[in-house]
C-alpha cells in the first residue's frame, strides 16, 4: 500500500467513524476505497468490520449519557445482536458473495420508510394502547427482539446501514427519544462489530495495515461523531438517516449491477 492509498485508508476511517456514530452505513466509505486500494472483496469485508470496531466503541462512550437508565434493555438486546452478529460472521464465509445482494436494498428501502412514518405510527400505536389501556413494553417486545436479531445476521455478513436498521425498529417498537435510540445503537453495533470481527480473525485472511487504518480513523470519527450527533434535532438526524440510507441503496444496486 503506497503513502498516498495510506492516507486514503485512514480518511476513510475517520468518514466512516462519524458517520457509523451518527447514522449507520460507515461500511459505505471504508469497503469501496478498501477495494480500489487492492483488496479482494471478502479481505476488505473481514478486515473493514475488525477495523471499525474501535470507532463504535468511541461513539458509545460519547453517547454515555443517553444510555443512562437502559442497562437492562441494553443487556437484553445486545445477548440477541450477539447472536445474530455471530450467525452473519458465519454466513459470510459459507455463503457465495453475492447471496444477499437482492435483498438489501429492499430491506434498507424498507427501513428508511419505517423511519420517516415513524413519528406518525408510534403516535397510532400509543393511541392504541390507550385505548386498550396497555403499556409499551419496557424492551420492545418479541418483534423488536426477532427484528434486532435479523438486522445482526446482516450487520455482521455485511453491515452496510446497519444502524439505519435499527433505528427503524427501535424507533417504531421503543417509546424513547431518538437520541436515546442512538446511543443504544451505537453499543448494539459496537457488540455485533466485535464478535463478527473475533470470528473472522479466526477463519479469514486480515490485511493487518488496512485494519490498522480503519481503526485509526475510526476512533477519531467515533469521537467527531459523537460530538455532532448529539447536537442535532430529532428532525434534522431524521432527514440525515434517511440520506445515508438513499445512498446506500443507490450504491449497493450500483455495485450488484
Not at 486514503?8 to 467513524?17: L, M
Not at 434534522?236 to 444496486?253: H, K, N, S, W
Amino acid at each position: 500500500m503506497s503513502p498516498a492509498e495510506a492516507l486514503a485508508v485512514f480518511a476513510a476511517g475517520i468518514g466512516a467513524g462519524t458517520i457509523n456514530t451518527i447514522v449507520g452505513s460507515g461500511t459505505l466509505i471504508t469497503f469501496p476505497v478498501l477495494l480500489a486500494v487492492g483488496l479482494p472483496p471478502v479481505t476488505a469485508n473481514v478486515s473493514n468490520a475488525l477495523g471499525l470496531v474501535p470507532g463504535s466503541v468511541t461513539g458509545a462512550i460519547g453517547y454515555r449519557r443517553e444510555l443512562g437508565g437502559q442497562r437492562s434493555r441494553l443487556l437484553r438486546l445486545g445477548a440477541v445482536c450477539l447472536v445474530g452478529g455471530v450467525t452473519g460472521a458465519v454466513l459470510l464465509v459459507t455463503l457465495p458473495s453475492g447471496a444477499f445482494d437482492a435483498i438489501v436494498p429492499v430491506l434498507i428501502a424498507l427501513a428508511l420508510v419505517l423511519v420517516v412514518l415513524q413519528p406518525r405510527l408510534a403516535r397510532a400505536v400509543q393511541a392504541h394502547r390507550d385505548r386498550a389501556g396497555t403499556a409499551a413494553p419496557t424492551h420492545g417486545g418479541p418483534v423488536l427482539l426477532l427484528g434486532m436479531l435479523l438486522a445482526s445476521a446482516y450487520g455482521g455478513y455485511f453491515g452496510a446501514a446497519q444502524g439505519v436498521l435499527y433505528l427503524s425498529l427501535m424507533g417504531l417498537l421503543l417509546d424513547e427519544p431518538l437520541q436515546r435510540l442512538n446511543g443504544l445503537k451505537n453499543v448494539l453495533a459496537a457488540v455485533v462489530n466485535g464478535v463478527a470481527a473475533l470470528f473472522f480473525v479466526f477463519v479469514a485472511h486480515m490485511d493487518w495495515a488496512a485494519v490498522a487504518l480503519v481503526a485509526a480513523g475510526a476512533t477519531l470519527g467515533g469521537l467527531i461523531g459523537a460530538r455532532v450527533g448529539r447536537r442535532l434535532p430529532p428532525a434534522a438526524l431524521r432527514a440525515l438517516i434517511v440520506a445515508v440510507g438513499v445512498a446506500a441503496i443507490v450504491q449497493l444496486v450500483v455495485r450488484n449491477s
